[in-house]
């Protein structure tokens, strides 16, 4: 019975992407004389992440090992004026490697190890739609994408304050909309993503992101990042916490000077303002001040991220009126911004060390990359990771495809 539902769930989806290739067979182009061509794309992601967090308390120990497919296809309009619209429809395809159902009779009855929600049937996680446009003005580029789209269309430079890379990799789409505009010299974009509805247990979640960089000098850039979370209500948990991060920095690239692949300095200061209207009632402010060093040389890097400041998570243990912990749920970026794990309060230092290997494979459309990751809090070790990553971008193969 449960195997027929997903079939036929199947089967309607399948139904659905061969209409809308017939309807570009039969309407090639329009009364404008505008140019309707089938479009497509795909992502691939594969990760290891191997954590080793046992002298910390910030995060429990564990290994991520999954892959994720994200194949969509759709409709291209192509005007005269240069203009490009898409309307594309996905889907979202993601595995926990070893995370499949146990035998009945290897488990205790009712068990969560053998619901067969884990079968490979249920790896179809969720339906991706979305408009596209995209219009080339003189030396300015404008973008536009409304709907649930890939997260790496977002393009912007954002501290890991901001996003974890957990969440970079199991919250793969934003639901909403992102407007993109593009420089010789500059970047600037501002989304939109909706992440919870409102409901009985689900609270009403949204997020107003911006991120910005501009090249002011040969080796100096001017840049931002910022958002406003508004963490709101369900209708088991009252209260709203208004969180809001803005980190502008100063970035200075020395490679051209050097016999380098990189050679950057990012310095920036991290403001936050938060304030939990149920429970405190008034505004906090922690910040900090941050200092991202890459030295890359033979595909072989070392990357140094220092973060010496407040704790950036106040509320992270906070339990609403609920029963339920903020976590990570308010909190987006990694919970080593929260500087101490011993019950120390004031100032403190949280360091990211990563040594990784990048070789050029299938440049740009393919990213490879091998690290080790050590982290520090204070003038503790807090633990390391060992991470494999794999990014395969179809988009940016046909970009140079086609030039």
């Known amino acids: 019975m449960l195997l027929s539902r997903y079939k036929m769930k199947l089967l309607k989806y399948i139904s659905f992407l061969s209409a809308l290739l017939l309807s570009v067979q039969a309407h090639s182009k329009t009364k404008d004389h505008a140019k309707v061509s089938f479009a497509y794309d795909v992502d691939f992601q594969m990760q290891f992440d191997n954590r080793e967090f046992y002298r910390s308390a910030f995060t429990p ?10 194949p969509s296809v ?61 219009r080339q003005m003189g030396k300015t580029g404008v973008s536009l994408v409304a709907g649930i789209f890939p997260r790496r269309l977002s393009e912007g430079n954002y501290s890991r304050a901001f996003f974890s890379d957990s969440l970079r990799f199991y919250d ?51 840049g931002y990042s910022a958002y406003l979370y508004h963490y709101s209500c369900s209708r088991t ?3 709203v916490v208004d969180n809001v991060l803005l980190n502008p920095y100063l970035k200075f690239g020395f490679e051209h000077l050097v016999d380098m692949q990189k050679l950057s300095l990012r310095l920036g200061w991290l403001q936050a303002m938060q304030n939990d209207r149920e429970l405190v009632g008034k505004y906090v402010f922690p910040g900090g001040a941050e200092l991202d060093v890459e030295v890359q040389k033979w595909n072989v890097g070392i990357r140094n991220e220092l973060f010496y400041g407040k704790d950036m998570m106040p509320y992270y243990s906070t339990v609403d009126p609920g029963g339920y912990t903020y976590g990570n749920h308010l909190y987006m970026g990694s919970p080593f911004y929260r500087v101490h794990d011993d019950g120390t309060t004031g100032p403190g230092i949280s360091d990211r060390l990563e040594i ?48």
């Open 61 to 70: 120990s564990m290994t991520v090992f999954g892959a994720r497919l994200t």
């Open 237 to 239: 948990s009252i209260g």
């Open 356 to 403: 990784y290997y990048a070789p050029k494979i299938g440049t740009p459309y393919l990213d490879f990359r091998i690290s080790a990751i050590f982290h520090f809090n204070g003038n503790r070790y807090s633990g390391c990771r060992q991470m494999v990553s794999l990014n395969f971008n179809l988009q940016e193969l046909l970009k140079r495809t086609r030039r």
């Open 172 to 222: 793969n789409n934003l639901e909403g909309l992102l407007v993109k505009i593009h420089r010789p010299q500059a970047y600037y974009e501002v989304g939109c993503d909706w992440m919870g509805m409102y409901d009985t247990f689900r609270r009403e979640r949204f997020m107003i992101f911006s991120s910005g960089e501009a090249k002011v000098a040969p080796v100096l850039s001017l």
């Open 74 to 134: 759709g409709l291209a309009v192509r005007q005269k004026n240069g203009a490009v619209h898409k309307l594309m429809a996905g889907i979202d395809v993601m595995k926990d490697f070893g995370n499949s159902p146990v035998s009945p009779d290897r488990a205790d009855a009712g068990s969560p190890e053998t619901d067969p929600q884990l079968s490979n049937l249920n790896l179809f996680r969720e339906l991706t739609m979305y408009y596209s446009l995209d």
